[in-house]
T-cell receptor
Framework: RKEVEQDPGPFNVPEGATVAFNCTYS??????FFWYRQDCRKEPKLLMS???SGNEDGRFTAQLNRASQYISLLIRDSKLSDSATYLC????????????FGAGTRLFVKA | GAVVSQHPSRVICKSGTSVKIECRSL??????MFWYRQFPKQSLMLMAT?????????EQGVEKDKFLINHASLTLSTLTVTSAHPEDSSFYIC??????????????FGPGTRLTVT
């Protein structure tokens, strides 16, 4: 089993749609969680951190479920500019501080 | 968010030569920096983790004598691809860890270096 698994993509949605990404992680001791966005041929950029209480930033909502070991990202009112690959990232609290990246889910938002 | 710079952004070199890539954290001190490689349409692959003042830890399958990493200070790490071959052509991305709280570290990425070996 992979340490971090994401929904296989791609997701193709029309503008204005709501889309949800799920991600599961295997290490129950994991401490921190993030969603990154990566545009084609660009570096990943931090979209938002994911806290136990959940957090919202405009059209984006992230949730963490520690009991089930999954995190989610909800995008409301999708825009064309949301088209990108979304990476789920888990940071285990280990001596090596090794961050684990999911393979990413590609999102295409179409007019 | 914190800023990480990377230089050069693109480099084309001949097979057999060496290429050095610099990664700098501009407005924060990074005790840990990471080097990734990404081939087209594939995920980021962690190559190595480097802590300031100590030897880098390489991932399995990554040749430490080929990919030399030097983390000279809290704001600078370099990756040198020695005796480059066409199969080393890839997008190399560095990342630096910034501490947000006692347990939460956020990771910021440089803009990447596109290496083409001819």
């Amino acid at each position: 089993r992979k340490e971090v698994e994401q929904d296989p993509g791609p997701f193709n949605v029309p503008e204005g749609a709501t889309v949800a990404f799920n991600c599961t992680y295997s290490n129950s001791a994991s401490q921190s969680f993030f969603w990154y966005r990566q545009d084609c041929r660009k570096e990943p950029k931090l979209l938002m951190s994911v806290y136990s209480s959940g957090n919202e930033d405009g059209r984006f909502t992230a949730q963490l479920n520690r009991a089930s070991q999954y995190i989610s990202l909800l995008i409301r009112d999708s825009k064309l500019s949301d088209s990108a690959t979304y990476l789920c990232v888990v940071n285990p609290w280990t001596g090596g501080f090794k961050t684990i990246f999911g393979a990413g889910t590609r999102l295409f938002v179409k007019a | 968010g914190a800023v990480v710079s990377q230089h050069p952004s693109r480099v084309i070199c001949k097979s057999g030569t060496s290429v050095k890539i610099e990664c700098r954290s501009l407005d924060f001190q990074a005790t840990t920096m990471f080097w990734y490689r990404q081939f087209p349409k594939q995920s980021l692959m962690l190559m190595a983790t480097s802590n300031e003042g100590s030897k880098a830890t390489y991932e399995q399958g990554v040749e430490k004598d080929k990919f030399l990493i030097n983390h000279a200070s809290l704001t600078l790490s370099t990756l040198t691809v020695t005796s480059a071959h066409p199969e080393d052509s890839s997008f190399y991305i560095c990342s630096a860890r910034a501490r947000q709280t006692n347990t939460v570290y956020e990771q910021y990425f440089g803009p990447g270096t596109r290496l083409t070996v001819t």
